[in-house]
């Protein structure tokens, strides 16, 4: 099956600064990745996705980028803010399964 | 907008009890999933179903089953739960493969 892995584990930021966090996938046919914010106690909310006909895609602060041939892909933030802080999952979808990364703990430092 | 709801927030089970969380959507989608959310983890996922009756295995399924007798309701059944199983655990569902599947609110699972 498709193994998902996710780095950092945790990511500490100070407030306006970039956040980048990145995975990489095993199975070259998985071919939808979205990425999902979680905050404490929470249901995981989709932020952003990018499927892989798209090598990048951007909305507002957020960005993610695909590179198909290296199997990695990769989220943006930029200008970060309090309300950023949260954990971060990305995913990669093989055959509508999704297998998620292990998660990111950003935090931002006012 | 999609609504998947979780009957329980939070349940507490003694070992050798066999448990059940529920989980209905009102969207008509084909496709149910079951996670657990383990911190260091990420999200596993332990059954899915794509159609009325039909189930397939996660990467974890080992002491739960599943059942999936009408469209909008799929349920996780742990057997005789042990401790081990104490977790969160996320429903979600979607139409189809790609596309962003929608979470519940989870059930925050304690088994004593």
């Known amino acids: 099956g498709e193994n998902v892995e996710q780095h950092p584990s945790t990511l500490s930021v100070q407030e306006g600064d970039s956040a980048v966090i990145k995975c990489t996938y095993s199975d070259s046919a998985s071919n939808y990745f979205p990425w999902y914010k979680q905050e404490l106690g929470k249901r995981p909310q989709l932020i952003i996705d990018?499927?892989?006909?798209?090598g990048e895609k951007k909305d507002q602060r957020i960005a993610v980028t695909l590179n198909k041939t290296a199997k990695h892909f990769s989220l943006h933030i930029t200008e970060t803010q309090p309300e950023d802080s949260a954990v971060y999952f990305c995913?990669?979808?093989?055959?509508?399964?999704?297998?998620f990364g292990a998660g990111t703990t950003v935090t931002v430092r006012a | 907008d999609v609504k998947v709801t979780q009957s329980s927030r939070y349940l507490v089970k003694r070992t050798g009890e066999k448990v059940f969380l529920e989980c209905v959507q009102d969207?008509?989608?084909?496709?149910m999933f079951w996670y657990r959310q383990d911190p260091g983890l990420g999200l596993r996922l332990i059954y899915f179903?794509?159609?009325?009756?039909?189930?397939e295995k996660g990467d974890i399924p080992e002491g739960y089953s599943v059942s999936r007798e009408k469209k909008e309701r799929f349920s996780l059944i742990l057997e005789s739960a042990s401790t081990n199983q104490t977790s969160m655990y996320l429903c979600?569902?979607?139409?189809?493969?790609?596309?962003?599947?929608?979470f519940g609110d989870g059930t925050r699972l304690s088994i004593l």
């Open positions: 995913a990669a979808i093989n055959d509508y399964k999704l297998s």
């Open positions: 969207m008509d989608h084909e496709n």
């Open positions: 990018i499927r892989s006909n798209v």
């Open positions: 979600a569902s979607i139409m189809e493969g790609n596309q962003p599947q929608h």
């Open positions: 179903s794509y159609d009325v009756k039909m189930k």
